[in-house]
């Protein structure tokens, strides 16, 4: 079985892959952002008089020139992975052609739609790697054929609300982000606003990253002003498509714990975080449980680290769960 050291270890390459994910996420969110405001600056430039946007543009019909932007993003969309995605880009190219409202709302719709293909993918890729990791940390005889077969890819089970899986998960949280930044963008043309007004409301620049620590500690009580922007919106997108990721691999990591459990005949497991877990999860660390009650509470919120540590019935009997400073 493992040691603290090997907990240690494992949560911390786990965390640091949630890190890499993260920063690969951002990257894809800040090309998608500035194909997006770069396309919306030039097609309000050429709708605008006396630098004020014309609001009668919203009725026009898109010319030719425009409409082949669209077919250019999704000729790019490639490996499409999930169904959802597939709606979206269907959805947005049926009225585009009718008024250059619709054709906002089409073009924000297949610029999210690319960038949801993309992390789904990577996400998958990532979920992939941590199955691997999962196998290394927990199985020390990799003859075990029939325990490596348990091992098998993750499900994305979710359990905080009623959406079951990681994609259709991202999927909501994109179909959010496609109404929120249209709604934007339409009412700045309605208002007749300024350019530099309308640039403003794109918020061009870098995307923040989801908040991901080196630990856990006060995870899921950190705040950060996130503009009212379209920068914004990408930003709160990350967040939400890591919130995502990390929940549901917490899910499947647990389901897999139960099932070798069930396999080798052990009754017990502790929850551990080596890295200062939050608040949330403190009084629940290093606690002796049943393995059904263990997994069932990790993850204990979304976004949790911690992991449920199976213990041999040798281990349980000579385990003590009250800390040093305590005695």
């Not at 620049?205 to 006060?218: E, H, L, P, R, Y």
Request: charged letters at 25%; glycine letters at 2%; hydrophobic letters at 35%.
């Amino acid at each position: 079985m493992n040691t603290i050291a090997d907990d240690r270890n494992h949560i911390q390459e786990t965390v640091d892959r949630d890190i890499d994910l993260s920063n690969k996420i951002k990257k894809l969110s800040e090309a998608s952002l500035n194909e997006l405001t770069n396309i919306l600056s030039k097609l309000m430039n050429s709708n605008s008089s006396d630098g004020k946007i014309d609001p009668l543009m919203l009725s026009k019909l898109p010319n030719n020139k425009d409409r082949q932007v669209i077919v250019d993003i999704v000729d790019e969309i490639q490996d499409v992975s999930d169904e959802n995605v597939y709606n979206l880009i269907n959805g947005a190219g049926k009225n585009f052609k009718k008024s250059y409202s619709a054709y906002i709302l089409a073009l924000i719709t297949v610029s999210y739609a690319s960038l949801l293909n993309n992390t789904n993918n990577l996400q998958i890729d990532y979920a992939k790697q941590e199955n691997n990791s999962e196998f290394d940390y927990l199985i020390d005889n990799k003859e075990d054929k029939k325990a490596a077969q348990l091992v098998k890819e993750p499900q994305f089970k979710l359990i905080d609300d009623d959406r079951e899986d990681l994609l259709g998960n991202n999927f909501y949280a994109t179909q959010q982000a496609i109404n929120t930044t249209f709604a934007k963008v339409s009412s700045s043309v309605k208002k007749s606003d300024k350019l530099t007004e309308f640039y403003a409301i794109l918020g061009i620049s870098s995307v923040a990253k989801a908040i991901i620590n080196t630990g856990d500690a006060n995870h899921t009580h950190i705040k950060r002003p996130i503009p009212k922007t379209i920068n914004g919106d990408y930003s709160r997108l990350n967040a939400s498509y890591m919130r995502n990721y990390r929940t549901a691999t917490a899910v499947w990591d647990s389901n897999l714990k139960r099932t070798l459990a069930k396999y080798w005949h052990i009754d017990q497991a502790i929850i551990v975080n080596e890295n200062l877990p939050c608040d949330l999860c403190r009084t629940k660390i290093n606690v002796l449980m049943s393995v059904e009650s263990a997994t069932a509470y990790v993850p204990l919120h979304p976004s949790c680290r911690c992991e449920v540590r199976l213990m041999s019935n040798e281990e349980a009997n000579g385990f003590d769960d009250v800390d040093e400073d305590e005695k």
